[in-house]
């Protein structure tokens, strides 16, 4: 199926780098569900799924830490596929995994009570509220430094828009132009990929990539959200067969590489308090973690602490769906027992990790575009107000 699909050495290491198998006794682990399974299923063609495969994340942790690269995540999430389940729960896991389409209505994100128990929806994960999103008039480009496309993903769009606005109003401060793609409410495919719906995240992530095509000449795809970030370079050419073009970077490396040293000087008015950063899984196996970190401190931010968890539980829409709550809430307790009821700022360029980790931790989760314009606001009205006493 995969290059490498049958390399595995039975080391191991994947079992011991998976943040499900640590927490959940149940669960069997990425060896047995990703090549073991996949072997047992070449020689027994219809073999049924493993209980429990349906717990794993995906967050490709267990990947990153095999010296074989066997594709473990991504023959789990074949793997997830041949499960069977009821119609209920197969009509909730169609809609969960096109949230571009889910993104056209917002308000269904908050259906609550029976009929969100019925459809298996955890009733006690919070779920996003929407934030509506002007779409802007395309740049022009005269005068700027080059132009850089702005993802704005499927999430973003409906439920933090004001990340793109913000992501939007530093680009051009540092002198671009930004163009927003895609032109319509669209989807990586990381979400069907993820919940073992392969097929159908390749068909989502087509008509994406039909989209973006068009974007010749840009000099980057500045992405706003972790998993869209590392399924557009990784997955896409990989595993989905297509084609990105530009270079795709998240907003934190391109803010750290592009913004003007006067742009980080001026922060220095703005105080920020304790700040907290989560590198979500998906970053941390896409590009290692510490842009982020560096980010942070190089806005001078008073205190900067790393949270200590590896995946946090979100995982998408997975802490959404009923049977994964359990989970979802041990693997956010770390992070929890970590922050021990401090306050201050949380970090994190996932709508869904802040979602979840604000509700684990109390913590006020901020995406990073959000947090440096308005620090970059907050230190011009500093300024203002210092000269202004100033003159009289
Ligand atoms: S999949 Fe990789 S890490 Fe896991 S047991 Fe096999 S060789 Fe080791
Ligand atoms: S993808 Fe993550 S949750 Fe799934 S088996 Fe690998 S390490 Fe465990």
């Not at 560096?294 to 790393?306: F, H, K, N, P, S």
């Not at 995982?315 to 401090?342: C, D, I, M, N, P």
Request: proline share 7%.
């Amino acid at each position: 199926m995969f290059d490498a699909d049958d390399a595995c050495l039975k080391c191991s290491l994947c079992v011991t780098a998976c943040p499900v198998y640590r927490e959940d006794p149940q669960f069997p682990g990425p060896k047995v569900l990703g090549p073991e399974w996949h072997r047992a299923a070449l020689a027994l063609p219809g073999l049924t799924a493993a209980d429990h495969v349906d717990d794993c994340t995906f967050c490709q942790l267990c990947e990153a830490a095999c010296p074989a690269d066997v594709p473990v995540a991504h023959l789990i999430a074949h793997h997830k596929a041949s499960q069977a389940k009821s119609p209920v729960v197969r009509l909730r896991d169609a809609v969960l995994a096109r949230p571009h389409l889910m993104a056209r209505a917002p308000g269904l994100a908050g259906l609550g009570g029976p009929p969100a128990r019925w459809v298996g929806l955890s009733v006690e994960t919070r779920r996003p509220r929407p934030q509506p999103l002007r779409w802007p008039a395309e740049p022009a480009a005269t005068g700027a430094r080059g132009i850089v496309a702005l993802f704005v993903d499927c999430f973003t769009r409906a439920y933090d828009g004001g990340a793109a606005e913000a992501a939007s109003r530093l680009l051009k401060a540092w002198g671009y132009a930004v163009r927003w793609v895609p032109r319509e409410s669209r989807c990586c495919g990381a979400a069907a990929y993820a919940a073992g719906q392969p097929a159908t995240a390749r068909r989502i992530a087509a008509a994406t990539a039909e989209d973006l095509g068009v974007n010749h000449g840009v000099q980057a795809i500045v992405t706003l959200n972790a998993t869209c970030d590392g399924t557009l370079r990784d997955e896409w050419p990989r595993y989905f067969h297509q084609d990105v073009p530009a270079p795709v970077v998240p907003f934190a490396a391109f803010a750290l590489a592009e913004a003007p040293p006067a742009f980080w000087d001026s922060l220095v008015a703005s105080p920020s308090g304790l700040v907290f950063v989560h590198t979500t899984c998906r970053a941390k196996v896409s590009q290692g973690e510490g842009a982020l970190l560096a980010l942070a401190r190089r806005a001078g931010a008073d205190v900067v602490e790393r949270l200590d968890v590896e995946c946090c539980g979100a995982a998408g829409s997975y802490a959404f769906k009923a049977e994964h709550h359990g989970v979802a809430q041990r693997l956010g307790r770390r992070a929890a027992g970590q922050v021990g009821g401090r306050s201050g700022t949380l970090l994190v360029d996932s709508g869904t990790c802040a979602l979840h980790l604000s509700q684990m931790t109390g913590l006020y989760a901020e995406h990073p575009a959000r947090w440096l314009d308005q620090r970059r606001r907050g230190s011009e009205a500093n300024l203002g107000r210092s000269t202004a006493a100033r003159r009289t």
